[in-house]
């Protein structure tokens, strides 16, 4: 489940981390200063976009990242799965797939989508995601990705991991 980013698209200067279903605002960065939280409105089930680096916030804009967050949170709303992405610095040298469970179990969601910018992968866990698709929807987001496309690289994913969880 997955996916590594081309090291051009890397290059450019996207950072990303994963959004988990957190409800405890923006994390705290290398530095310890607090990194933007991409979620539009929250509500009371936290962020479905959590971007630590504030990177990615900063590359597609506040509205597009909105953008984003409001996609997870109106098909969350209206039934569908509850789907978190987290943008992260870096697994700190576990497994992408590992990392992304260990993210995803302390949170309420039904699948996540874990990108990690310094170690340039992307891993999609969840709910009746196997391996093969997970890797899918890592591939549906790398491939907008490397082509600069970051907003509908997300929405790729998004739309990827949805058909996965409803079969």
Sequence with gaps: MTKTISAMVW??????A???CSA???AADAEGTEAADSSAD????GAY??????EFTQEIGEAAAANVNDRLASKHAEGGPDIHILITGSTNGEDSDAAAETARAGTDADALIYIAVDDQEVAVVGENI????????ANAITTAFDN???ENGMLNGITATEMHMDE
């Design 11 to 16: 290059a450019a200067g996207l950072g990303m």
């Design 18 to 20: 994963l959004a988990g």
């Design 24 to 26: 405890n605002g923006g």
């Design 42 to 45: 929250e509500g009371p089930h």
């Design 49 to 54: 976009l959590t971007d630590e680096t504030g």
């Design 130 to 137: 196997n391996q093969r698709e997970g890797d899918g929807a």
């Design 148 to 150: 600069g496309n970051f």
